[in-house]
């Protein structure tokens, strides 16, 4: 167990629906990140957020949003879904930015859209 | 723009042979390098990574890699592989800079047969 958890662990909606995942980081951590884990794209960073401010964006669709809350949990907004977004989505916590801070990762939240 | 290219697909392998998982880098500044296993239906584990120091890291269930920069590579070995190493294994670089954002190769199932 990582201590990062995700909430729903399966979600199945219909396209052109919106979906919110929930990320709660590890005690103590304050960096989260959001990733797409893909059969044709492979796992994609997403986007970046520490102590409730963007950091970094990767490869995420403009239907596509993200934010951290004051308690430092994150939620990834996905609108107008497509067949296209069925994919993993992971969640991972660090306690800084730097890159000797371990990413700790969530079991994930399987998206399927029909 | 950093890349990370994991030659191989799938390894099969017999239980009790040694393995080596390949993976090649591109990135013309410092990167930190990272192996990250993801057994069946769960999220990705930190394997190992080399940060600086010695080149040679280890895990503690007996894996290792070696950074050779001249060859931009980062090859996952272990001597003597066991039924439970079935699993995908992700090599990732990050880049020192604002965001320690993992960039992901495309993954290598290791399938260790008895």
């Known amino acids: 167990d990582s201590g990062v958890t995700q909430t729903p662990k399966h979600l199945i909606t219909a396209t052109g629906q919106r979906v919110t995942l929930r990320c709660s980081p590890r005690s103590g951590d304050l960096s989260v990140y959001w990733y797409q884990q893909s059969l044709d794209q492979g796992l994609q960073f997403l986007i970046q957020y520490y102590n409730g401010e963007e950091r970094a964006k990767g490869n995420i669709l403009e239907r596509f949003s993200a934010q951290q809350f004051p308690d430092l949990h994150s939620e990834l907004n996905l609108s107008s879904l497509e067949l296209g977004d069925s994919a993993l989505y992971f969640c991972?916590?660090?306690?800084?930015?730097?890159?000797?801070?371990?990413?700790?990762f969530g079991p994930g939240t399987r998206l399927t859209v029909l | 723009a950093q890349s990370v290219t994991q030659l191989d697909s799938q390894v099969p392998v017999f239980e009790e042979a040694p393995v080596e998982l390949r993976c090649n880098y591109s990135s013309s500044v410092s990167v930190y390098l990272f192996w990250y296993v993801q057994y069946p239906n769960q999220g990705l584990q930190l394997l190992l990574k080399?940060?600086?120091?010695?080149?040679l890291v280890e895990s503690i269930n007996g894996f290792e890699a070696e950074f050779n920069k001249s060859q931009t590579s980062f090859h996952l070995r272990k001597p003597s592989v066991h039924i439970s190493d079935t699993a995908e294994y992700f090599c990732?670089?990050?880049?020192?800079?604002?965001?320690?954002?993992?960039?992901f190769g495309s993954g290598t199932r290791l399938l260790v047969r008895p």
């Open positions: 990732a670089v990050s880049v020192f800079g604002s965001s320690y954002k993992l960039i």
């Open positions: 991972a916590s660090s306690v800084g930015t730097s890159g000797v801070s371990e990413q700790f």
């Open positions: 080399y940060l600086s120091g010695s080149t």
